[in-house]
Structure formats: structure tokens, C-alpha cells
């Protein structure tokens, strides 16, 4: 396997101006190279990438983009994974980085993780079928809507307690078909109960094709998911949640509901 990693650094621009493939990929034959390609591209945050036309990360190999905080990115139809059995796409946004579009595509093979970044598309961004989106606090995918596919899939990270989660905003969302998934991770949630507000939605079409599911619950935690109208327009994916009393805590309630029998009997 080859392993190439490409640094734009120090206040530089990397531009492309025809339709370019991030990872190995024949047209003529179909197929890759015997010796499988890994490429990734890091921007650092004084610098930018730019493409004119169709940029496809992992056509063919597995590829990979990565914004660090404060890079920028201002693509016209970037697709992250492609429909081929050999290739992975992986997009990687951290805190202030910045993606623009037309249209954003992340394929059957494509996962992208939006860690506090901000996607901004004119056209639309669609999810495919078991694409997988990552989102942490305080990302955003705003300007056209969003559609995704049945069994694409969608994890919100979780952070601290429900107040130190900062809201996800999304454009207006279509769950096209059942089988959307819309997990939230627990696995940086530290404790306590309340409602957590993870995604707004400028509005959400066809909620009854969303499934929803809880990752990493090392707390056991109860999650109620519900999709609430937002006084300011547009609407609110609200996760409830309770915790579940430790061992110690629930004999003390079981002890003490059994003390309340026993004085209601001798009454």
C-alpha cells in the first residue's frame, strides 16, 4: 500500500481548475492499481483548497480531506466516496474550518465528520445510502437543503451535559426514505438530566422515516427524541434525558418506598 500525505501550509492555495479524483482511479480499465493508494490532503488553517468543477475524494483508493481549524474550502460539486468497492472517502472538518459548495454529495462509501466546521452549499447535499455524517457541537450544514437516503446514517456526538451542547444547524432536511438513522454518541456525555437540543432544522420533512438510536450509553441512560416546533421558526430535535438511579441510590428509594407501606398499613 502506498501512503501519501499532501500539506498546504504557511498561507498557500491549492486550486484545481478541471474535475480531479483524490485517489488512483482508471478509466480505461475500471479498476486501481495493484498496490492500493492512501492520499490525504491537510490544510492548515491559514490556508485554502478550491476546485472548479467535480472534485471526488476516494475514487478508487481510499482518500482523505482535512480541514484544520480555521482552513477553507470552496469547491463547485465535491463527492466524498464513490460508488466502488475498493475506494473509502473521509471528509475531516475541526472547529472554525469552512467548506462552500454547489452541491456536496457523501456517496455509499463516504464518511464525513463535521467537528465544529461549517458546510455552506447553494445547490443541495445529499446523503446516500449508507453514507455515514458525524457532527459535533456547534457544526452546521446551512444554505440548500439536505436530503439523505434510507440507511444513511447521522451521529451527533454528545458533550459534557445537556446545557454545554452547543445546537447543530442544519437546512431544511427530507429523510427520503425509512431507515435514516439519527444516533446520538454518549460517549462524551459526563451526566445529568434535561433536554438537549441537537439538531435545528430549518424544516424537517417525512420524520416518520427516521429511526433513532443511542451510541456508547456507558451511563444507561433513557433518551426521548422528538422533533419540537422552534419559537423562531423552523424546528428542534430535542433529546430528554433521564438518568437511571445508581444501585445504591435506587435501594435507598426502594427502602424508602417500603418504610411508606409499612406506615400506610399500620395506619
Known amino acids: 500500500t502506498v501512503n501519501t500525505t499532501i500539506r498546504v501550509t504557511n498561507n498557500s492555495w491549492l486550486h484545481m481548475t478541471n474535475s480531479s479524483n483524490l485517489g ?42 482535512s480541514l484544520e481549524a480555521g482552513a477553507k474550502a470552496y469547491f463547485f460539486r465535491p463527492a466524498i466516496g464513490l460508488a466502488n468497492a475498493d475506494s473509502h472517502g473521509y471528509l475531516n472538518m475541526a472547529t472554525g474550518s469552512y467548506l462552500s459548495a454547489s452541491t456536496l454529495s457523501i456517496g455509499v462509501n463516504g464518511t464525513a465528520s463535521i467537528l465544529g466546521g461549517q458546510i455552506v452549499t447553494s445547490v443541495l447535499t445529499t446523503l446516500s445510502a449508507n453514507s455515514q455524517l458525524f457532527l459535533g457541537s456547534g457544526s452546521s450544514i446551512t444554505g440548500a437543503s439536505i436530503t439523505a437516503a434510507g440507511a444513511a446514517s447521522i451521529t451527533v456526538l454528545g458533550k459534557g451535559n445537556p ?65 419540537v416546533n422552534n419559537v423562531g421558526g423552523g424546528k428542534d430535535l430535542v433529546a430528554s434525558i433521564t438518568g437511571i438511579p445508581e444501585p445504591a441510590s435506587m435501594a435507598a428509594i426502594l427502602g424508602l418506598l417500603g418504610l411508606v407501606a409499612a406506615v400506610r398499613r399500620r395506619r
Open 163 to 227: 446545557t454545554d451542547f452547543e445546537t447543530i444547524e442544519f437546512a431544511d432536511f427530507t429523510a427520503v426514505a425509512k431507515g435514516v438513522i439519527i444516533s446520538l454518541d454518549l460517549a462524551g456525555y459526563t451526566g445529568g438530566d434535561g433536554d438537549m437540543t441537537i439538531i435545528h432544522a430549518t424544516s424537517v420533512t417525512n420524520e416518520g422515516n427516521i429511526t433513532y438510536t443511542l451510541t456508547n450509553n456507558g451511563e444507561g441512560v433513557n433518551v426521548v427524541f422528538n422533533w
Open 24 to 65: 488512483y482511479y482508471d478509466t480505461v480499465t475500471n479498476d486501481t492499481p495493484a498496490s492500493r493508494q492512501t492520499i490525504e490532503i491537510v490544510v492548515d488553517g491559514t490556508s485554502s483548497i478550491s476546485a472548479d468543477v467535480i472534485f471526488n475524494i476516494g475514487r478508487g483508493t481510499t482518500a482523505t480531506l
